[in-house]
């Protein structure tokens, strides 16, 4: 079941069809990317195995337990709180919204192959605090996992996620009544009355060899009543980040993917320098940077992305460490505490597989 559920039928199916992002079978990017790939330069198995300096930390991250703070009110109204990768609890205007939950070990359809985690998750999912919705933007391994899910299935939440993702929900024991599909610009509004908004992405989707792009990926805008804040997911470079910025916008908090990039993925990943194009065509608010700092997926050192973000752009950035909540509005300066983790030698006790997560071949 770690792999692909069953495909669409009934009205999910009419849905999908139905979507102009789906045609000839498959969901397929609206938007032309701003960056194209450059696929003579594509790393091969051999590199991710035997070749890269610093692709992991030598030394443990700092890790802070939220769980006190999360006790206490946010005085200021938003409150994010990074658990590693693209794993954020943002607790907005009375609203706590966990998205894309990556608890496992490895990222990977194999328990005992793949990229492994550099550092335990802050907090075990049963210490989580009651949850008003889990987001999830797009069904690769880093971004749906299966533990994860099964876990939080347990607890009742609702979650909202991309067209067609449901599939691999329901498969793993999510009631279809808890589960949201949204297609690009459709929204949902929580008892409460958080909004959340579908979104463009220029990405790719799919668990296995027979399933690409039969889910959509998608970016997220979340409004409350005081504050809004935008979640990439995964995505490369594309003129949506302003049409996003125009129609969603303006945003308190925007979490961007910076980590896992290459040249050859330039049109389905951002990395640092992109990254902050997005945030400049989005508009507004301070930056907290996801998708990097807990599993070794490309080739370039582990902090790079970090680096390269507070050498061009330290102001508005929000770098917490892991499991820390901070207040978007009250931070002044970024302490750069991954310079504290020494660079080491980065191959895992098991080589990590490339596949599908980590070598996107196409647009």
């Known amino acids: 079941m770690v ?28 938007y032309q990317p701003s960056v194209q790939r450059v696929p003579e ?18 030394n443990p991250h700092p890790i802070i ?7 206490s009110p946010v005085e200021t109204g938003l409150r994010a709180t ?20 990556v608890w496992g070990a490895r990222v990977s359809p194999l328990p005992f192959l793949g990229p492994k985690r550099f550092h335990p998750m802050p907090v075990d999912i049963a210490a989580l605090p009651p949850l008003d919705a889990v987001l999830i933007s797009h069904d690769h391994y880093d971004h749906l996992d299966y533990p994860s899910i099964r876990a939080l299935a347990k607890r009742r939440v609702p979650f909202v996620t991309s067209l067609g993702v449901g599939l691999h929900l ?8 808890r589960i949201v599909e949204l297609d690009w610009w459709e929204r949902t509004v929580l008892p409460g009355g958080l909004a959340i908004t579908a979104a463009p992405a220029h990405h790719y989707s799919g668990r296995g060899l027979r399933d690409r792009n039969v889910t959509l990926w998608s970016s997220f805008a979340l409004r409350g009543e005081h504050h809004a804040v935008f979640f990439s997911g995964d995505t490369g470079l594309s003129p949506a980040f302003a049409d996003i910025g125009q129609r969603l916008g303006p945003f308190d908090l925007v979490m961007l993917e910076v980590g896992a990039f290459h040249p050859a993925w330039g049109n389905v990943h951002l990395g640092p320098d992109n990254a902050l194009q997005a945030w ?11 998708h990097w700092g807990t599993f070794n997926l490309a080739m370039h050192p582990w902090a790079q992305p970090a680096d390269v973000l507070l050498a061009h752009a330290s102001e508005g950035l929000v770098m917490p460490r892991l499991g820390e909540p901070v207040e978007p509005a009250r931070i002044e300066a970024v302490e750069p505490w991954w310079r504290g983790v020494a660079e080491g030698d980065w191959q895992d006790d098991a080589p990590q597989e490339a596949g599908p997560l980590v070598q996107p071949v196409q647009d």
């Open 3 to 30: 792999f692909s559920a069953r495909r669409a039928n009934g009205l999910r199916l009419e849905r999908i069809q139905a979507s102009r992002q789906y045609a000839d079978g498959g969901f397929m990017n609206t």
């Open 280 to 290: 400049a065509q989005l508009g507004s608010g301070r930056f907290l940077p996801v």
């Open 65 to 71: 337990d939220p769980r006190a703070s999360w006790a």
């Open 41 to 58: 330069g594509r790393p091969t198995l051999a590199d991710f195995l035997f070749r890269g300096e610093g692709r992991t930390p030598a």
């Open 82 to 101: 990074w658990l590693g990768h693209s794993t954020v609890l943002l607790e907005i205007d009375g609203h706590r919204i966990l998205t894309d939950p």
């Open 170 to 177: 329901e498969a793993w024991g999510v009631p279809a009544e």
